[in-house]
């Protein structure tokens, strides 16, 4: 099991622009690839707080998460969808991404 953890940093003013598009575009097409997010939120203290947008993702190896990345992405209504939302200017300041493997702490602690 491994889990990818991504940070967006919103541009200014463009928080509520962000939820809206994961509400009303990016969970659906999680949902239609079969990724499993296992958390949603905002940070509340930190380097970016108030307005940093936090998701986790499961899956059971790194294949699988290239698979279902890679079709998430190729996805006909991802590009057209993402080009409308960001008709105004980019959504995001930056976007940050780990994976954690959850297998080597099973083996540490025997």
Request: glycine share 6%.
């Given at each position: ?6 940070e967006?940093?919103p541009m200014?003013?463009?928080?509520p622009?962000?939820?809206a ?13 079969d ?7 905002f940070?509340s ?5 108030f307005?940093?947008?936090v998701?986790?993702m499961?899956?059971?190896d ?8 890679a079709?998430?992405l190729?996805d ?7 080009a ?12 940050r ?7 080597q702490?099973d083996?540490l602690?025997?």
């Amino acid at each position: 099991m491994i889990s990818e953890i991504r940070e967006y940093v919103p541009m200014p003013g463009r928080l509520p622009d962000v939820v809206a598009f994961f509400h009303e575009t990016v969970i659906p097409l999680f949902r239609k690839h079969d990724m499993t997010f296992t958390q949603m939120g905002f940070t509340s203290f930190g380097e970016r707080s108030f307005g940093e947008f936090v998701y986790t993702m499961r899956f059971a190896d790194l294949a699988e998460l290239e698979r279902k990345w890679a079709a998430f992405l190729s996805d006909p209504a991802w590009e057209p969808a993402l080009a409308e939302r960001e008709q105004d200017g980019p959504l995001y300041q930056s976007i940050r991404r780990r994976v954690v493997d959850s297998r080597q702490f099973d083996q540490l602690l025997g």
